[in-house]
């Protein structure tokens, strides 16, 4: 898809469209709103814009639209609307022996207990290895940093998706 076919989609289709990048309804909402968008610099630009003016519950919903490190079947399962494009996100995980998979749930778990979200990270081009790394550093934090933190790793998240809706990544 191109910026100008995105420019050009009825509000549901765009709804439908921005939804594959980020489950945030706010973000949605105002990423329709700001169309038409000059060039794909403009796209992210705006993106990154108006995620960064969003409220910790809008920011929590987009968390919400993402499997759990570690539980590739849920991202079969729960997030059709993320799927296709989420689907090579966490690839690294795929070639992890069982015990560092386990040790991942097991972190995650202990990570939403203790902030009430799940761990957000840009898994792309990370071993399950790397990323177990990353959540033991990251969840001796407290839940506001953590907060700062995972809407960091969901923009970039965000970025490769809307690469992907304009065909720029795979």
Known sequence: MTVDEI???????AQQAFASCCSSESWINAMVAARPFSNEKDLHQKALDLWAVLSEADYLQAFEGHPKIGDVNSLRKKYAS????ASNEQSG?????????????????????KNG???IVF?????ADQMLEILNTRLPNDRVTEIKNAALEQSKITALRIDKLLGLAQ
Do not use: C, H, P, W
């Open 7 to 13: 420019n050009d989609l009825a509000i549901e289709q």
């Open 82 to 85: 993320t799927k296709g494009l």
């Open 93 to 113: 995980v795929n070639s992890a022996d069982e015990k560092t998979l386990i040790e991942l749930a097991r972190k995650n778990d202990e990570y939403f207990e």
């Open 117 to 119: 979200f799940i761990f």
């Open 123 to 127: 898994a792309t081009g990370k071993s």
